[in-house]
């Protein structure tokens, strides 16, 4: 891919809202977020469970099950409108154009049909070619993602498979068809840290030969460190900070970006220093506070903030952040802090 | 230095597995463990999935009684004693806060169940009363104590967990991963609670979890674990600046670090293949098949446990 591509828009997600409809009430899973992410870019999407990071990644595939509904907001993907294309376009769409990887292999491998059988299945899913060719396509990428003997493995069930070689299996069969983009809900949160490690090095070196971008779902900013080169913080449904790797972890400029980053311990700290944690504890989705989700667990945390959501403030090029404390007539007009 | 608390010598735990009639054969959790634990102190254990370490843990608490060897307890061994003293100056924090909290009791009736087991109050205005100042100690209401678990957050069952191992007043306790389930946010608010327990309680920690940038936080010393078999065992800044084992410059090169120029610029040693099965490990050195460094004397004879600097223990033929 030439580097022109790198400037276009792959992806565009604009002010999307999920709701889950339940019997005690409405959750907005996601209270919209809007992003791009280019051809070719590795984009991170970080926040604690519960802050709707998956639940975005299920609407772009149109996976959403009931309660949840997208209400709002629109999904562009390559020009096309996501949202409104019917459950067969989506079959389509998923696998040719997106594709994604999820936590635990396990749960997605079928346990009764071998690795090649599933493997082979994916292809002529989508593509209009014979057995043999979708065979050996499916031996190639087993190759690809490093899994040694791929003949012989093909014809193994998923049991036979360690974690960190299931892993890798998903990940064959996600860029079986060659999609333009990957979602990966957290590939490798399930794993050990030395496997962590083979398929974080695998993912950069496969995205530098096929230039497909990324959508990396996960809560390790260290993960995030290693791969990405954009970063979503979400927290409660919102982004509220978005900016590349180097604005977030060396200039951040929400509060909880900034909490997050101080309270992880680090294994390369030259000397003990206490951890500096965020007080509180996450937000209840079904009652969020008013105003900024954040608000009160933080410590900056003003009058404006219990009552107004901040809007996204743009604070440089490419890089955003949702907080009361970057605009100086909120900061001016209330100095009073919390309580 | 203060004396040692815990030590543990040649401590084995196999597990048995029935493969068919009357055929059994052995999951080789724990191999020949010596070390001990300075009162006090807290001594992190770091591995992957498999590799032992909670089964250890739990075999020091004899949560699972040991194959062989020898645990002694400030001196005296208990291996084959009477536990129900020990439970008093021993207990444990689990990983999984909510599987670990019966749904149905209520919390105070779950941090009061061993306030009665050993008679620790002399009242029932007593206990409640110690019931509220335990929960207000890890930072939850004393009204909570009517409560159930499952009203509570995560972070919070996990401090509940906390207060019922606080509640029998214990000298030592064994942290089996109590944050690896708990969002980023909230661990540390947990870590820095165990710290300032250690710090007005004098408790002793032995602290499990895969995390080694968690570990390396809280701990005076590391073990590191690989298949059963403790490979290496330093003074924690010690095992960061100069680690000896070629697992352990391993384990260490591969957590994430969270600064993008930093993990980008670093060398990192990937190891090929998988965590060999513990039913059938490796002969020699366990490692030998993963690492990078093997020559053929590591395939036929077991590393001996040495210390190869002051306070430093590794495991090892090519150190």
């Known amino acids: 891919m030439d580097r022109n591509m790198r400037d276009k828009k792959l992806l565009e997600i604009k002010d999307l809202r999920v709701s889950f409809f339940t019997p005690v009430g409405e959750v907005k899973a996601v209270g919209g977020i809007s992003y791009d992410l280019n051809y070719g870019e590795v984009m991170g999407i970080v926040g604690e469970s519960g802050s709707g990071k998956s639940v975005e990644a299920y609407s772009i595939m149109g996976l959403l099950q009931s309660p949840g509904k997208v209400v709002g907001g629109s999904v562009t993907f390559d020009g096309e409108d996501v949202l409104a294309k019917t459950s067969k376009e989506m079959q389509d769409f998923r696998g040719n154009s997106v594709s994604m990887i999820f936590q635990n292999p396990m749960t997605c491998l079928n346990p009764v049909?071998?690795?090649?059988?599933q493997l082979i299945e994916a292809v002529r899913c989508h593509k209009k070619v014979t057995k043999d060719e979708a065979k050996a396509k499916a031996i190639e990428m087993l190759d690809l993602v490093g899994i040694n003997n791929p003949e012989r493995r093909m014809s193994q069930y998923p049991h036979e498979f360690s974690g960190g070689m299931r892993q890798r299996v998903m990940i064959a069969m996600g860029l079986i068809c060659d999609p333009k983009m990957l979602i990966a809900d957290e590939p490798t949160t399930a794993l050990d840290v030395t496997i962590q490690a083979q398929i974080i090095e695998l993912m950069k070196d496969i995205q530098q030969k096929t230039q497909m971008a990324i959508v990396f779902i996960t809560h390790n900013l260290g993960v995030v460190a290693e791969i990405c080169d954009r970063v979503s913080v979400m927290y409660a449904g919102k982004i509220v900070e978005q900016g590349s790797v180097e604005d977030i972890f060396y200039r951040p400029q929400h509060p909880y970006t900034l909490g997050l980053l101080r309270s992880m311990p680090r294994v390369d700290a030259e000397e003990y220093e206490r951890l500096i944690p965020i007080e509180g504890t996450p937000v209840d989705m079904l009652n969020p506070p008013a105003g900024c989700p954040f608000g009160p667990r933080c410590e900056h945390c003003m009058k404006i903030c219990l009552r107004v959501e901040p809007p996204s403030i743009k604070v440089a090029e490419g890089h955003t952040s949702?907080?009361?404390?970057?605009?100086?007539?909120?900061?001016?007009?209330e100095v009073t802090p919390n309580e | 230095m203060n004396r040692e608390l815990i030590r543990v010598e040649?401590?084995?735990?196999?597990?048995?597995?029935?493969?068919?009639?009357?055929?059994?054969?052995?999951?080789?959790?724990?191999?020949?463990?010596?070390?001990?634990?300075?009162?006090?102190?807290?001594?992190?254990?770091?591995?992957?999935?498999?590799?032992?370490?909670?089964?250890?843990?739990?075999?020091?608490?004899?949560?699972?009684?040991?194959?062989?060897?020898?645990?002694?307890?400030?001196?005296?061994?208990?291996?084959?004693?009477?536990?129900?003293?020990?439970?008093?100056?021993?207990?444990?924090?689990?990983?999984?806060?909510?599987?670990?909290?019966?749904?149905?009791?209520?919390?105070?009736?779950?941090?009061?169940?061993?306030?009665?087991?050993?008679?620790?109050?002399?009242?029932?205005?007593?206990?409640?009363?110690?019931?509220?100042?335990?929960?207000?100690?890890?930072?939850?209401?004393?009204?909570?104590?009517?409560?159930?678990?499952?009203?509570?957050?995560?972070?919070?069952?996990?401090?509940?967990?906390?207060?019922?191992?606080?509640a029998v007043e214990p000298e030592f306790i064994v942290c089996d991963e109590p944050v690896s389930a708990l969002d980023v946010s909230i661990q540390s608010q947990i870590?820095?609670?165990?710290?300032?327990?250690?710090?007005?309680?004098?408790?002793?920690?032995?602290?499990?979890?895969?995390?080694?940038?968690?570990?390396?936080?809280?701990?005076?010393?590391?073990?590191?674990?690989?298949?059963?078999?403790?490979?290496?065992?330093?003074?924690?800044?010690?095992?960061?600046?100069?680690?000896?084992?070629?697992?352990?410059?391993?384990?260490?090169?591969?957590?994430p670090v969270p600064d993008p120029k930093k993990s980008r610029a670093r060398h990192r040693i990937i190891l090929e293949g998988d965590i060999p099965s513990p039913m059938n490990p490796p002969s020699g050195c366990r490692f030998h098949t993963r690492c990078p460094y093997a020559i053929p004397r590591c395939k036929e004879e077991v590393p001996e446990w040495r210390e190869m600097a002051p306070d430093h223990f590794a495991a090892c033929h090519i150190i």
């Open chain 1, 113 to 117: 049909y071998t690795i090649g059988n």
């Open chain 1, 322 to 333: 949702a907080c009361w404390l970057l605009v100086d007539e909120a900061k001016q007009k």
């Open chain 2, 10 to 166: 040649d401590l084995r735990k196999y597990f048995s597995i029935k493969m068919g009639f009357m055929k059994y054969n052995y999951v080789q959790a724990v191999e020949d463990a010596n070390f001990s634990i300075r009162q006090g102190e807290t001594l992190g254990l770091v591995g992957e999935s498999g590799c032992g370490k909670t089964t250890l843990g739990r075999a020091i608490l004899r949560l699972h009684e040991p194959t062989s060897g020898k645990i002694f307890y400030d001196g005296k061994d208990i291996t084959h004693v009477k536990m129900l003293p020990y439970r008093r100056k021993m207990q444990i924090i689990f990983q999984d806060p909510s599987a670990s909290l019966d749904p149905r009791m209520t919390v105070g009736e779950i941090v009061g169940e061993a306030i009665d087991i050993h008679k620790l109050a002399d009242s029932k205005k007593g206990r409640t009363e110690r019931i509220q100042q335990l929960l207000t100690q890890v930072g939850l209401n004393s009204e909570h104590s009517n409560r159930y678990p499952h009203e509570f957050s995560g972070g919070q069952q996990q401090r509940i967990g906390i207060a019922r191992a606080l």
């Open chain 2, 191 to 255: 870590v820095n609670m165990l710290e300032d327990m250690q710090q007005d309680l004098g408790l002793t920690y032995l602290f499990i979890a895969h995390d080694l940038s968690v570990v390396r936080h809280i701990s005076n010393r590391i073990g590191v674990m690989y298949l059963g078999n403790m490979v290496e065992l330093a003074e924690s800044n010690e095992l960061h600046k100069n680690p000896l084992h070629p697992y352990t410059k391993t384990l260490l090169s591969a957590v």
